[in-house]
């Protein structure tokens, strides 16, 4: 089945130059189309063009977009969107003056989470998840990654692993799983991170790749989590298994995740909310995506990574929503977007470019995603009509989302 979108007031996001990120200054380009028309082919991108060119087509569904925008959907590289319940106890520790530090030292945090998740069955987290994936489906997102992390058990890891691989198999949207067993030390291990970390290579991993359960596998490398030497070596015992890296680097301090990310050949590094100039000097001319995930220093009143600098360096940079009940508990990629232009000083073209392709990058997708491309996979959102393209990240919570396509199929109408 094909879909002929027609009167596009702007097509944004065409790229056919074949390149697999966005770097430096050519981040703040982005290809723009006026009075367009764009055709799918199955669940591809077949062609576009300008509405002088409408081609005529048999056999399709056509779609009036009456002047408004087409955009590419949201890539979202870094979400924890299968979890138990929610957590404002917490955010009202923090009003009263806790640190998301302090939090977990308590034992609370990630380990609360835990808690709860032990006690959810599986057929309940997939019905609260799911929820989760129509808001942000609703919201523009047309691929995501999905992180373990809440189980920090065998049987609990294997449990989200497997709801993630159920959400993969039944939403639209398209999914990647990473294994997070070391997110924290479960409560079984209490003292004993060494063992928990030997856990994780000689157990965890095995069994979630006998499975074939994730694509990724994941460290908090941080101060008070996981040391450098412990990223290293799960990194290593992964890649063993096939699972190239994704690190959470430097949300806390500057934990040297960066670094050993890099050296291990990471897919990303993500957070960086600290960072020096070294780390930005070792990300040069690395496969390495430095991913930030503005909704985290937002939720939890931290200093937002340093993306202008990094841009100005010459570096790709992504976005993601980071989604999860402790510190960013929203999956709304829009709304990254204009923290990314907001707090970050990212023109808006640098951060849907950060947003799309390159977060795209951020799961090795980009040859599918990210991007109006020809051959690509269809996904895209249409807006109403708008101004211009800072209207997007500048009214950032005015609902302008009509449409989403996903593999070629309209699957939610606003
Ligand atoms: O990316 N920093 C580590 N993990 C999550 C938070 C997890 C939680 O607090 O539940 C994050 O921010
Ligand atoms: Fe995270």
């Known amino acids: 089945m094909s879909l002929l979108v027609k009167n596009i007031g702007t097509l944004v996001g065409i790229d056919q130059s074949g390149r697999l990120r966005v770097e430096g200054k050519a981040m703040t380009e982005i290809g723009m189309l006026e009075n367009a028309w764009l055709l799918t082919d ?12 409408l081609p005529s087509v048999e056999n399709c569904e056509v779609l009036d977009a009456e002047g408004g ?15 138990a319940g929610s957590r404002e106890q917490e955010f009202l520790d923090k009003i009263n003056g806790l640190s998301y530090e302090e939090i977990a030292k308590r034992g609370g945090g990630i380990l609360n989470s835990a808690d709860r998740l032990h006690d959810t069955s599986e057929d309940e987290l997939y019905r609260q ?34 709801v993630i691989r159920r959400i993969r198999e039944n939403a639209p949207v398209e999914v990647r799983a990473t294994f997070l067993g070391a997110h ?11 063992d928990y970390v030997e856990h994780v290579c000689n157990d965890m991993i095995p069994a979630v790749a006998k499975e074939g359960l994730a ?26 298994y096939g ?15 960066v670094e050993v990310g890099v050296e291990h050949n990471a897919l990303s590094v993500d957070h960086l909310e600290s960072m020096g100039d070294e780390q930005i000097e070792a990300l040069r001319g690395t496969g390495t995506m430095p991913t930030m995930l503005p909704g985290c220093a937002f939720f939890l009143g931290i200093s937002y990574p340093p993306a202008r600098k990094m841009i100005d360096a010459g570096l790709a940079v992504a976005l993601a929503s980071d989604f999860n ?61 708008l101004p211009s393209l800072a209207y ?22 606003n």
């Open 392 to 413: 997007l990240p500048y009214a950032h919570q005015t609902p302008v989302i009509r449409k989403v396509v996903l593999k070629g199929v309209v699957v939610k109408t």
């Open 325 to 385: 009940p402790g510190t960013a508990p929203s999956g709304n990629m829009r709304f990254v977007v204009s923290l990314g232009s907001i707090k970050m000083k990212m023109t808006p073209a640098e951060a849907l470019n950060a947003a799309t392709l390159n977060s795209a990058a951020a799961m090795g997708l980009s040859h599918d995603f990210g991007s109006i491309t020809r051959g690509k996979v269809a996904n895209f959102y249409l807006t109403k009509p």
């Open 184 to 194: 924290a030390v479960g409560r079984a291990y209490k003292g004993r991170q060494a």
């Open 129 to 162: 998840a799911m929820e989760r994936i129509d808001e942000i489906v609703a919201m523009g997102t047309g691929l995501v990654e999905i992180k373990s992390g809440y189980g920090l058990t065998l049987e609990d890891e294997l449990k989200i692993l497997r």
């Open 243 to 257: 699972l190239r890296a994704k690190i959470h680097a430097n949300e806390l301090a500057i934990s040297g995740g």
């Open 69 to 83: 925008w087409l955009f590419p959907s949201f890539c979202d590289s870094h979400t924890h969107i299968v979890y």
């Open 215 to 240: 694509d990724f596998v994941d460290v908090f490398c941080d101060r008070g989590f996981f040391t450098v030497e412990e990223t290293a070596k799960i990194m290593e015992v992964g890649a063993k």
């Open 42 to 53: 199955g669940d591809r991108i077949k062609d576009y063009g300008t509405m002088d060119k």
